[in-house]
């Protein structure tokens, strides 16, 4: 929220003097889509193009099309060339030092102009990169261009999003600065008494020869300097010279998954009175240790990984995505129990990165989903069928030029997150099947070693017996297990020094999406086939409801230490790879929660085996008209000793999670309309918690529910309102479909609609949505002005609805 302000006085001001500080310049962008001829030339023309707000993704806005060569693996949706432009005002004074350009992410392929002078590329659509304007500046105008060029298609395995779809910043400073990325913060000794906090700090100078002072600054949480560390160094002209300071810490306030306690850095860099730059750095005090026998442990004590993978998009919103919905999906997946995150399958965004810090999150960071090779994956085909698809992908066209800088890049953007604990070097990569792998792995060990030795490099490998025939796991610090849990306990023995993290694993959830059941054993396969076309059902659909492969990888993990964890696939659905399904599904069925973040039942599963607080969760709904006396299948999650179930006042009996090997109990109920309570108990059989499930009437009626009632009015905040449709009690219709429209008054916006359905068409960007069994999700921006936004809920024959939500300043914690 700091940077907006700064946008704010940049737009007021112009660009400051030499602040030192990163001015966002989201703002004011020209854009089109389609390639042009001549537009990085200071005087194109480009009145007719559109004013946009980075960031930006305009794949999002679709629409989806079958023809479309991203397939299903990108969504069905548009990718291309677009090109950007900005003006910049840049005054005298400013020329006078340096100004340089910083792209958070841009997807993909992008080249970059200032005042028509080529500036680079970069193809990978990951990375944050920065370039020196100061060379091509003039005092007045001056004409930055973007061309972005996601063409090449079927260019990856998910939804990418195109465009500049993450923060640009400018950073202007005199000729005596701390460069991008210029301190690396390390604490190799940790107590409660006392740390040694190590800090490199790069200073450059283009300037002539000059005696500066460095002063190191630990500042707390508070806003109080904790220690200092000041040194005279000298700088030679036309260099950039690194300086280290060692310094004791009394007391830290360690980080740590449940006190997330963060330090500041500051560097001052000054010449007698005159100070030359500022530059901050977040960084945290901790330990991280994986043990061969004892798994993971941090600050010495041992804690599970209970982690999610997810990818970068953030559902109706594309990959353009809004500090506040990257805090949601965390939120949501701490809610869960989990305490950790795999970047599936690259270089996550700053912000997100900055989130995982304030609130705890063990972060795994992956570089690459292929080396030199690209993947060939499998699409399946609207009659049901499947074909392999080469991609035209970062892999085959660009990793062997740009491998060693683009994963340098991550590292050294990210190596002072308290929150990463380990590096991914790659993710179910092709070369590790051979020979090839174990030296392109050697060379990455070698290559991240280079600017990172605190941390644990891994590998999301899928052939262990590979790995370990041709010394791919030798040279990791961390053992990588994809989905092969039975192999990491066998190698667990044979490798008795070995260290261990389960880096991919399937999730509890059935290929369905939310709310969706199935369960007729004779003709669900049919069922499933005429509405989700493909021939690996059955194979992927398990007995009585597919739980079985999650809940066996838990058990594999709770009773063998030494595993540290595992990361489930996925926390959230995500955009693209409809695996095992085609068109008209568009987003992936993996998630624990669905492309809007609702929970699915499998959700509820890892809540009951992670957290805590007592409870219970039963499925399906309760709304079978015409299967009256037939049996309904009940499955219930829960964390309580005991359960009974209830329905229309009489028992079917308790069960005890004891008695049985599976983490999930199961009751077979005819079905009768009316009440199903489910009562969790303890051991005493004392009630600790219960569940309601009503059978519902026609729908009657729009509820609405918003994640914040109060916002921030700075132009970014997000309310995601959940709307469901409930009869005339109140109770949530579980099969509703109905059309909901939505008009906002006030200081906010709609900027995306959704509804957890994978094969919905609808545009996110709409006032309106039909809802998916029961539900659907409305997100609204705040439009930077204080004061109320009124939403209100309309559909056919049902009583409307509204919510207020204030923006001001929202009260939000770690
Ligand atoms: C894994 C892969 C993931 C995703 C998943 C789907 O093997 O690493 O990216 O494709 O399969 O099941």
């Not at 990165?353 to 795994?364: A, E, P, T, Y």
């Not at 939403?791 to 509204?802: D, P």
Request: glycine share 8%.
């Amino acid at each position: 929220m700091r940077q907006v302000f700064l946008a704010f006085l940049a737009a007021l001001i112009s660009l400051p003097a030499f602040s030192g500080d990163k001015i966002n310049i989201n703002n004011g962008w020209r854009f089109i889509r389609g390639d042009q001829y001549s537009a990085h030339a200071i005087h194109f023309d480009d009145c007719a193009w559109q004013t946009v707000r980075l960031p930006h993704d305009w794949s999002i806005l679709g629409p989806f099309s079958q023809d479309e060569p991203t397939l299903s693996r990108g969504a069905y949706l548009p990718t291309g060339i677009g090109w950007y432009r900005k003006n910049l005002n840049v005054t005298k004074r400013q020329l006078e030092g340096k100004v340089f350009v910083e792209f958070e992410g841009v997807y993909m392929n992008s080249t970059v102009w200032i005042n028509g002078q080529k500036l680079g590329q970069r193809p990978n659509g990951y990375l944050t990169f920065e370039y020196d304007l100061t060379p091509y500046l003039k005092a007045g105008e001056n004409t930055l261009a973007v061309r972005v060029d996601n063409s090449a298609q079927p260019g990856s395995r998910w939804y990418t999003g195109s465009g500049i779809y993450r923060d640009v910043n400018l950073k202007v400073t005199g000729k005596t600065y701390v460069p991008q990325w210029g301190t690396y913060v390390t604490t190799p000794y940790v107590s409660e008494a006392m740390a040694r906090v190590c800090v490199e700090t790069k200073i450059a100078n283009a300037d002539a020869t000059k005696n500066v002072t460095l002063v190191s600054q630990i500042i707390d949480a508070s806003g109080k300097t904790v220690e200092t560390s000041t040194k005279t160094v000298s700088l030679p002209t036309d260099s950039t010279s690194l300086f280290t300071q060692d310094i004791s810490l009394d007391q830290p306030k360690l980080w740590d998954t449940k006190n997330p306690n963060l330090y500041t850095l500051r560097t001052v860099v000054s010449q007698g009175r005159k100070t030359l730059d500022t530059y901050e750095t977040t960084f945290g005090v901790r330990d991280i240790r994986f043990d061969p026998n004892k798994g993971f442990l941090l600050n010495g004590k041992h804690e599970i990984i209970k982690g999610v993978c997810l990818h970068q998009d953030a559902g109706p919103l594309g990959v353009a995505v809004p500090e506040r919905a990257f805090e949601r999906q965390i939120e949501i997946m701490k809610a869960m129990g989990a305490n950790a995150i795999r970047t599936a399958h690259n270089p996550a965004s700053p912000a997100f990165l900055d989130l995982c810090d304030k609130h705890g999150i063990l972060v795994m960071e992956e570089s690459f989903d292929e080396w030199s090779s690209s993947k060939a994956p499998q699409v399946f085909t609207t009659e049901g069928g499947r074909k392999t698809v080469k991609l035209q992908s970062y892999g085959g066209l660009y990793f062997d030029e740009w491998h060693e800088r683009d994963l340098t890049d991550m590292v050294l953007r990210d190596r002072n997150h308290p929150s990463i604990i380990m590096w991914s070097i790659g993710n179910e990569i092709n070369e590790i099947w051979g020979p090839k792998g174990a030296v392109i792995n050697r060379e990455l060990v070698k290559i991240l070693k280079k600017s990172d030795t605190t941390r644990y490099i891994t590998n999301g490998i899928l052939g262990p017996s590979q790995a370990n025939r041709y010394g791919t796991y030798a040279d990791l610090d961390l053992a990588g297990y994809n989905y092969r849990m039975d192999n990491a306990i066998k190698d667990h023995y044979t490798y008795p020094d070995r260290v261990f993290i389960g880096t991919e694993n399937r999730s509890a959830v059935v290929m369905l999406p939310r709310g969706e059941y199935i369960f007729d054993q004779d003709t669900y396969e049919h069922k499933i086939f005429e509405k989700y076309p493909s021939k690996d059902i059955q194979k992927l659909f398990n007995k009585r409801m597919g739980y079985a492969q999650g809940e066996r990888v838990w058990k594999q993990v709770k009773e063998n230490p030494f595993l540290s964890g595992f990361f489930i696939w996925t926390g959230f659905d995500y955009l693209g790879e409809t695996v095992p399904y085609s068109w008209p599904s568009r987003s992936s069925y993996f998630g624990a929660v669905d492309l809007v973040g609702l929970p699915k039942d499998g959700y509820h599963f890892y809540r009951a085996q992670w957290k805590d607080e007592p409870m219970v969760h039963a499925f399906p709904h309760w709304n079978w008209e015409g299967k009256e006396g037939e049996i309904i299948p009940l499955t219930c999650f829960t964390n309580c000793d005991v359960v009974e179930v209830i329905v229309n006042g009489k028992s079917y009996g308790e069960k005890a999670t004891r008695s049985t090997m599976d983490l999930h109990l199961n009751w077979d109920i005819p079905y009768t309309p009316g009440e199903l309570k489910i009562i969790g108990k303890n051991k005493k059989g004392e009630k600790l918690t219960e569940q309601i499930i009503c059978t519902a009437s026609a729908p009657s009626q729009i509820a609405l529910e918003a994640d914040q009632t109060v916002i921030d009015a700075d132009g970014q905040d997000l309310s995601y309102v959940t709307v469901s449709i409930c009869d005339k009690d109140g109770n949530l219709v579980p099969t509703a479909s109905d059309e909901i429209n939505f008009t906002v008054k006030g200081q906010g916006k709609i900027i995306g609609v959704g509804n957890g359905d994978p094969t919905d068409h609808g545009s996110f960007q709409a006032n309106n949505r039909k809802a998916f069994n029961g539900y659907a999700m409305v997100i609204i921006q705040s439009d930077g002005k204080t004061g109320s936004i009124k939403l209100k809920a309309t559909g056919k024959g049902l009583k409307s609805s509204e919510i207020i939500i204030q923006a001001g300043k929202a009260k939000r914690g770690a």
